[in-house]
């Protein structure tokens, strides 16, 4: 992790990417093509992504073994 600088005043603190309107941008372009623009956001909607496939994988398994068995009945 990065080192964090001291702000000269306690409490205040200055962000030139939400001053110039750089960080709604993003969001708003983020929001609309329906991809997360940062990595921990990519992230998280793959995992989530996947938790979803993991449930339905395992269910198409459960059905494809009990099909299995009772054509071998």
Do not use: E, N
């Amino acid at each position: 992790m990065g080192r964090r600088r001291k702000s000269l005043i306690p409490g205040v603190s200055f962000s030139w990417r939400r001053a110039t309107g750089l960080a709604a941008a993003k969001g708003r372009l983020s929001r609309k093509i329906g991809i997360p623009l940062t990595r921990s956001g990519r992230q998280r909607k793959m995992g989530k992504m996947m938790g979803c496939t993991l449930a339905l994988l395992v269910l198409a398994a459960s059905c494809a073994g009990l099909l299995i068995l009772l054509w071998l009945l």
